[in-house]
């Protein structure tokens, strides 16, 4: 095999390895009019794989963030109707408190009747609150209609019971507004553990002064039954109806049922019985209605005027009970917003981190670029000068 060395094949190579450099030259050029390094990823496959792992992450991040941000603006609807609800069961305190006094006519009761029936109808529209976007706040997922209707006297849920859970950085979910059962229908009554109520048609005078679980290690969330005899004995029976107390009742006494003190003021009557049990949950607005309920009554004969005292002070331990329910809703809610906060300082901090691992392999080292382009060019004018004094030699200028 022989290689034979022409005028033309150094003419070729001249060429070739001036359009080299001229391709060298023009790459360095457009690099440095976009400031990247990764023109195509024939120049870095690796590198341009991963930057392009980088971008989905930074568009995942991105998807997070809106994510957050529609939360923050539904949670912040939900701080806003709480609030308006927990005013309102403010003023119906208010009011519960004021429809006790012994000073107010059965007029009076029946006035504030007439405002906490207006309260009550404020406190649905609350619950039935829209986020503004054309869904509704306490819905569940089911939140494409008003969640709360009033359905032959009381009101009836739409929705469901499931609370959605969003994330909003990776592997961080926050929960979304509660289902409207959570907040206005599974409220406990009482005092949220423990509740008493007189049977009805107690024919005596006997009121629940107020109770409270005095002893936790002996109330057992059983259900007893205080009855009364004749010159105020009374026995205490479980829920079997054995006697596990006894005793006789003074006005004002307190009665200790297995570590629940129930203090009854006034004197029952024979037959007269006050149950004792754990406190049961009921809708805030059938608990709204009683109330309103033991101010339209009119009593005439003091075992009446007990009876509705008994049902004011029973509305108003619950009313109270669910003042404090809406307080912890709130709480909740206050959490998920804190929880937001958090995961936007995770999004940012990974946010930089991704960019700076970004920059690090697509941005250009200007100061090592123009470096290398002058040496290009240096190369390039020197490679265009050997080809002009290629030009003028031939092979026969040897022969002679």
Known sequence: MSNRISTSMLYQQSIASLQSKQASL???QQQLGTGQKLLTAKDDPVGAGAAVGLDRALAELERFGKNGDAMRHRLGMQESALSQAGDIMGRITELTVRANSASLSDGDRKAIGIEITSLRDSLLEVANSPDGTGRYLFGGTQDGSPPFTRVAGSVAYGGDQTQRQVEVAPQLFVADTLPGSEVFLRVRTGDG??????????AGTGRIGSFSVADSTRWDGGRYRVEFG???AYEVRDAAGEVVASGTHADGDAIDVAGVHVVIAGAPAQGDAFEVGPAATRDV???IDRLIGALALDPTTAPQRADQQNALQGAMRDIATAQAHLIDARASGGAQLAALDSADGLRDA???TIETTLSGLRDL?????????NLEKVALDAAQLSFVQMQRLSLFDLLR
């Open 365 to 373: 080292d200007y100061a090592e670029a123009i470096a290398q382009f």
């Open 285 to 287: 607005f059938a608990t």
């Open 26 to 28: 023009a790459r360095l």
């Open 350 to 352: 990974q946010g930089v």
């Open 230 to 232: 004749a010159e105020g």
């Open 193 to 202: 553990r423990a509740d008493v109520d007189a049977q009805a048609g107690n």
